[in-house]
Every structure is written in C-alpha cells, then in structure tokens.
C-alpha cells in the first residue's frame, strides 16, 4: 500500500479539512481571538488530525500487505481469507468477510470438480477393462487364422488394444505414485517382456533388434517401465523407414554411477523443430501428420511416469536417420548399484 496513492485516494477528506481549518481561524478572528491561542488551538487540531490519518494508514497498511503476501505466495489462493487475521476497521471487515464467502464457494467448486474427475477416471478404468475383454477374445479367435484378412483384423485389434492400455496408464498417471511399487529389476526382464508382448507388431516390420548390456539392474517399477518402454517401441514401429533395414537397438550403460537405457531406431526420424516438443502433451508434430493419425499422448505419459518414478528421459534424433530416446537411472532414493 503506497503512501502517495492512499493520500490521493483521501483527497476529498484532505480538502473538506482544509476548509475546516479555514472556518475555524476565520471564526477565530471573527471573536478577535488572541493570535497565541489560535495558533495552539490550529496546531492541536492539525496534530490530531495528522496522528488519526497516518494511525489509519498503518493499520490498513499492514492488512493489506499481509493480503498481499499470501496471494503472492499461496498456491490455493481460494484460502487467503483462512490465513489472514481480520482487520479493525470497517472496510478491511467488508473485504475478508468477502474473500472469505468467495473461498468457501470456490472450495466447494473445487471439491465437487475433483469429485466428478475421480468418479470419470473410475469409469474410464472399468470401461478399458471391460473394452480390453472382448478385444483380447478376438486376438484368440484370430490366432490360429492364417489368413491376410486374419492378419489385418489382428493387427488392428493390437491396436486397438495398445490404445485401450494408453488410455487406462493415462488416467492412472496423475496418480500413479499409489501403485508404483520400487525394487531392484533387471533391464534384460523388462525388455524381454515387452518384446514378447509386441513380438507379431516387430516381426511384421521386419525389425533386426539388436539388444546389449540389459543384465543390470536398476531400481525402478517394472509395470509402468513395462508400459514407458512399450511407447517408446510402438514409435519406432509406427516411424519405421518405409524401404531398407529397419533396426532397433536396445541398450543400457553405466555412467557415473548412472545407468542409461538406450532405444534408438533408424527411422524417419524428427524435425529439429519438433524435436523440443515431443513430450508435450497431445504435440503430433510432422510425422503425426505425414504417417499414420497421433495422439501424441504416448510420450507425454512416457514423460510423466519417469519423472514421478524419479527417472529422466531425453531425446536425440536426426531427420531420415535416427531417434534415439534416453532414460536415466541416477544414483538416487530409486537406484541402488
């Protein structure tokens, strides 16, 4: 609260005091006063009326700095009203018994907000699981199919079925510290699972995979690495050069005490443009556009999951050459060498 711009919002009083020290020496005279006394009779009132408006000041002064204070550093700004003390004086009086109905009302909002999100993801976990059930009764009634039409069904379904794990890992995501559970894991297990699991995807690319240095081990959630790596994989396959060899190389290395997972690919790779955006949420970029229809949700979740899992992740590529995608374990509450 400025001093210079409170003295101008109490101009008016200033002005109307003005006057009443004129009125009051003019009738002072008017009696033939003697000049000593109306100079301490003007002096006393001059000196009151300056005590009452810097007392004034300080006191509002000091709420609205306070006021002031915790806005600029709470983040629930919803409770300031709860956090401050209540004023002396009549206006201050007004503001907090409004700051406070306005922080209660929006509480309440947000409270019934977060309630309809959780009751959303709710159904949107039931709703994956029940989708995922017929889909994986269709896997199996195509599974011995050989057929170019049985191939084509399979591979949508896989798809369809690799979106369905997106969505449910999404939802999952914002909380997912709940259900991490950390232990030692072994790169080589990890990968190998994966690998099964998208076997059909990697064998009909034609992928030479060329996998060294996984027998270590990292402390990490083996589910949701499962899953992160998983993504990084599906972009290779869904980025893959359209004619030649097509390689994958899977490969881990320590480093200062450090272990860096390797998944790098001679595909289409990225735009430098693109590059610093590809963990940006719903981010397609070029080759979103050029191949097939992205979400650009695989690596943003990729993203999310390494960093609450206390994990980074990086990005190196070159356009028609390579990407490779980085993940570090450090040496930290989630690594053990």
């Not at 950390?182 to 064998?203: D, T, Y």
């Not at 050069?241 to 320590?254: D, I, N, Q, S």
């Not at 397609?284 to 556009?289: A, D, F, I, S």
Request: with cysteine; charged share 30%.
């Amino acid at each position: 609260m400025e001093f210079g711009k409170y003295v101008k919002d109490r101009r008016a009083e200033i002005i109307f005091g003005a006057l009443a020290f004129a009125i009051i020496l003019l009738l002072l005279l008017a009696f033939h006063t003697v000049p000593a006394l109306i100079i301490m009779v003007l002096a006393v009132l001059f000196l009151f009326m300056v005590v009452a408006f810097l007392w004034d000041y300080y006191r509002k002064r000091s709420f609205y700095r306070q006021l002031k204070e915790n806005l600029e550093n709470l983040d629930k700004k919803n409770l300031t009203a709860e956090i401050i003390s209540k004023p002396d004086f009549y206006e201050g009086q007004i503001l907090h018994e409004t700051l406070y109905v306005m922080g209660k009302s929006m509480t309440e909002q947000i409270s019934r907000a977060e309630q309809n999100v959780i009751d959303f993801k709710d159904y949107v976990e039931m709703w994956v699981h029940e989708a995922k059930l017929p889909v994986a009764a269709l896997l199996l009634q195509n599974f011995n199919r050989d057929s170019e039409e049985s191939d084509q069904i399979k591979k949508q379904l896989l798809k369809l079925d690799a979106y369905t794990e997106q969505i449910l890992y999404f939802t999952r995501s914002e909380v997912a510290e709940k259900d991490f559970l950390i232990k030692q894991v072994s790169l080589a297990k990890v990968f190998g699972s994966v690998a099964a699991k998208m076997r059909e995807e990697l064998q009909d690319k034609k992928f030479d995979i060329q996998v060294s240095g996984l027998d270590v081990q990292v402390m990490t959630d083996s589910k949701w690495m499962e899953f992160v790596i998983a993504q990084l994989i599906s972009n290779s396959i869904k980025y893959c050069a359209k004619e030649g060899e097509r390689v994958l190389e899977v490969f881990a290395e320590e480093k200062d005490q450090r272990v860096q997972l390797h998944v790098r690919d001679n595909g289409i790779g990225i735009s430098e443009a693109d590059l610093p955006r590809i963990f940006e949420k719903s981010f397609t970029g070029e080759n979103g556009r050029l191949r097939e229809k992205s979400t650009g949700m695989g690596l943003y979740i990729a993203r999310n999951l390494c960093r609450k899992l206390g994990h980074s992740i990086t990005a190196e590529s070159e356009q028609g050459k390579y990407t490779e995608i980085t993940i570090t374990f450090s040496q930290n509450d989630y690594y053990r060498p």
